[in-house]
């Protein structure tokens, strides 16, 4: 793998009135259908089959049981139909108006269960667009990078898409490139995670951030150890004290244009791998700590996809890289370090180091003088015990966090909104520091993490924090347009919210 390309190849998306009379014959018709008190029918808002087409395609999904159900799929052998077979997928009951992610997940099921075929037309399209392209693209990803010719799938996979639409103008085309421009943001952030720490460690993570930055045409500056050193950055150099491969600091610069613009800053947690540190995790489970760099994968991947959408807004990601081991030079439960800033930190818990290199990058991004501040970061294990494996939590000043969770629930990604008590400030007192990194109590772990990374951010600044910890990597089995392990979240709401800054300030 090239540093600039991280594996998967994104589908060709092209969008077209009406399926061709001839030349189709490997490809694959996805149709949307949905579910009858009698029998399940065919949903063609487009009017793009034929009527004997529709009733070609709903006398064989009768003659196989299809009911219609969400997420259902039935390969279907259509002869009316120039296309090599016709595959309908489940949206349920009929509904006056389809969410977005119903589709979504639709085309992501559709897309899985065609991991073999190269080459797909939909109509789900002329149900959403957007929805349709971005199911279809992240439903056809897979990870196999790294895999020898043995095991390594021997077809290309998805390779072509043709969405179906009435209206084939110019805004339908830049509609639909941008939703595959959005899945595959997402893709790369996945990639990132999915990379084992053996081929992604902090050297090697910011030299692929720099070439997709600098192909993007991103101004972009890496901090090596030596340089975190010496300008101060206490609390990354602290976290990265224990591996044998030192810690890197990467910022990416997206410049937009016009007057007047805002300003965001991003920031994403990248620990390459966390054993815990001396505060060492259980063994059971311990590989899925490859995803402990995903904040930073969907920062990265957001600011290339601003640059790429040519965003009239400044994007300024400040990345902080770090493994976090256990070793002889490893800091200790009850040392203390001082954060770039310079607030001291009593390290009462080793396994709380993800703050510790946030609140660094935090201090850093604020300097920029930003009009917002969005972090996210696989923070605490408390936001999967409140929210559980697929509800980011998002933390901040009140009503940018507010907007931040409602563009998420937009998008499909579903940020809940979570409050930061003030009394909880308190847990982080510390007898010999200004701050202790964690506190005595055993509740509210996820507001308790938010609020120690409130202290760091500039007065004024409007700041959200996007907790990841579940979302950000699928440990169970593939569901909708996510498969098992890295999702991408929170990438496609760090972008909604960038568009909408860009839209309304």
Not at 157 to 176: E, F, N, P, Q, S
Request: glycine letters at 12%.
């Amino acid at each position: 793998m090239s540093p600039a390309n991280t594996g998967y190849q994104s589908p060709v998306v092209t969008v077209a009135s009406s399926l061709p009379r001839r030349g189709v014959g490997e490809t694959v018709l996805i149709v949307p259908v949905v579910s009858g008190s009698d029998a399940p029918s065919v949903l063609d808002v487009g009017s793009h089959l034929a009527a004997d087409a529709v009733a070609g395609i709903e006398a064989a999904l009768r003659a196989v049981g299809g009911t219609g159900a969400e997420g259902q799929t039935h390969r279907l052998a259509v002869p009316s139909l120039p296309v090599a077979s016709v595959l309908t997928v489940g949206l349920g009951k009929p509904r006056d108006e389809w969410p977005a992610d119903t589709v979504r997940r639709a085309a992501g099921v559709a897309a899985r269960s065609l991991d073999k075929v190269a080459v797909v037309a939909t109509t789900l399209s002329a149900v959403d667009l957007d929805a349709a392209v971005e199911g279809l693209v992240l439903g056809a990803y897979r990870f196999a990078g790294i895999r020898s010719e043995k095991t390594a799938p021997k077809d290309g996979g998805l390779r072509a898409i043709t969405v179906l639409a009435t209206d084939t103008k110019a805004a339908t085309k830049a509609a639909a490139e941008r939703a595959a421009a959005i899945a595959t943001a997402v893709a790369t952030a996945r990639d990132f995670v999915n990379t084992p720490p053996s081929h992604l460690y902090p050297d090697e993570f910011a030299k692929r951030a720099k070439a997709l930055g600098e192909a993007a045409g991103l101004t972009v500056e890496v901090l090596d150890d030596k340089a975190l050193t010496k300008a101060g950055y206490g609390g990354i150099v602290g976290v990265g004290k224990g591996s044998s491969r030192p810690p890197r600091l990467v910022r990416l610069s997206h410049k937009g244009s016009g007057r007047n613009r805002k300003k965001v800053a991003l920031v994403g947690k990248g620990i390459t791998f966390d054993t815990g540190g001396i505060s060492i995790k259980p063994a059971a489970n311990m590989h899925h700590m490859t995803s402990d760099m995903g904040g930073a994968a969907a920062v990265i991947a957001t600011v290339v996809l601003a640059a790429q959408q040519k965003l009239p807004i400044d994007v300024i990601a400040t990345v902080p890289m770090a493994e976090n081991m256990p070793s002889s030079t490893a800091q200790r439960p009850g040392d203390v370090l001082t954060q770039y800033g310079g607030i001291t930190v009593e390290v009462l818990n080793t396994d709380a180091e993800g703050r510790l290199i946030l609140a660094d990058a935090i201090v850093r991004a604020c300097e920029d003088g930003p009009d917002y501040l969005i972090e996210t970061s696989t923070l605490t294990g408390a936001q999967t015990v409140a929210l559980g494996a697929r509800t980011p939590g998002v933390m901040g000043s009140d009503e940018f966090r507010d907007r931040v969770a409602r563009l998420s629930q937009g998008v499909g990604e579903n940020g809940w909104a979570m409050p930061l008590p003030e009394e909880l400030k308190d847990d982080l007192k510390s007898a010999v520091a200004d701050l202790a990194n964690v506190s005595g109590s055993r509740y509210a772990g996820m507001l308790v993490a938010g609020t120690y990374l409130r202290e760091f951010v500039a007065d004024g600044v409007e700041w959200a924090h996007i907790d990841i910890a579940g979302p950000a990597y699928n440990t169970g089995g593939p569901w909708g347009y996510t498969g098992k392990g890295g999702t991408g979240v929170p990438t496609r709401t760090l972008f909604a919210v960038l568009e909408d800054i860009a839209a309304n300030g």
